[in-house]
């Protein structure tokens, strides 16, 4: 299986900071790279779709990028409703497999 | 806009079947664009993807599970549904349906539902 490594596991953050959150695959994965934010109780919300497409009614303060097998979600200008666990996920091979999670907390 | 909710029971015993079903409305589950999965989450392991399904039947199931996963669809009802055998307490989790489009990513996911295998 792909190893989906996330950094940092949790990250203290205030509102209007900008924030980066880095997952590392452990081979190849192409452009087969999605972001999710999940909220205690609720399912996962998809963000952003193959590296850098952002999901229709996403804000524009989220964004993906791409270097090799290393892979970004920024959040320009952090708000109040942010604050949640943001999760990777590569779909380039079965089984997808999903990065640990990284928790966002207000400073 | 797509709404899935998944149904079943919230017990299962040590050893018996988990059985569950996801109902998909807004929307057919027999659109081209769309596979149909079965993701869980736990403490002790995370987001786990169980596999997917096509309107049609195909399955492409998660290895790690293949040999206790069955996904089915039923395209009357427009339901998929999972059931997982011999199931111990590590398979209590939250378990979450959701659809998945070509590229992997899935977009609509149902409200998720607690299971716990206890006796």
């Known amino acids: 299986d792909i190893q989906m490594t996330q950094s940092p596991s949790s990250l203290s953050a205030s509102v209007g900071d900008r924030v980066t959150i880095t997952c590392r695959a452990s081979?190849?994965?192409?452009?087969?790279l999605n972001w999710y934010q999940q909220k205690p109780g609720k399912a996962p919300k998809l963000l952003i779709y193959v590296v850098s497409s952002l999901q229709s009614g996403v804000p524009s303060r989220f964004s993906g990028s791409a270097s090799g097998t290393e892979f970004t979600l920024t959040i320009s200008s952090l708000q109040p409703e942010d604050f949640a666990t943001y999760y990777c996920q590569q779909s380039y091979s079965t089984p997808s497999t999903f990065g640990q999670g990284t928790k966002l907390e207000i400073k | 806009q797509l709404q899935l909710q998944e149904s079943g029971p919230g017990l299962v015993k040590p050893s018996e079947t988990l059985s569950l079903t996801c109902t998909v409305s807004?929307?057919?589950?027999?659109?081209?664009?769309?596979?149909w999965g079965w993701i869980r989450q736990s403490p002790g392991k995370g987001l786990e993807w169980f596999g997917s399904?096509?309107?049609?039947?195909?399955?492409y199931y998660n290895p790690s599970l293949k040999s206790r996963v069955t996904m089915s669809v039923d395209t009357s009802k427009n339901q998929f549904s999972l059931k997982l055998t011999s199931v111990t307490a590590a398979d209590t989790a939250v378990y979450y349906c959701?659809?998945?489009?070509?590229?992997?990513?899935?977009?609509?996911w149902g409200q998720g539902t607690l299971v716990t295998v206890s006796s």
């Open positions: 081979q190849s994965i192409g452009n087969f």
């Open positions: 959701a659809s998945r489009r070509r590229d992997g990513s899935s977009d609509y």
């Open positions: 399904i096509y309107y049609t039947g195909s399955t």
């Open positions: 807004g929307g057919s589950i027999s659109s081209s664009n769309n596979y």
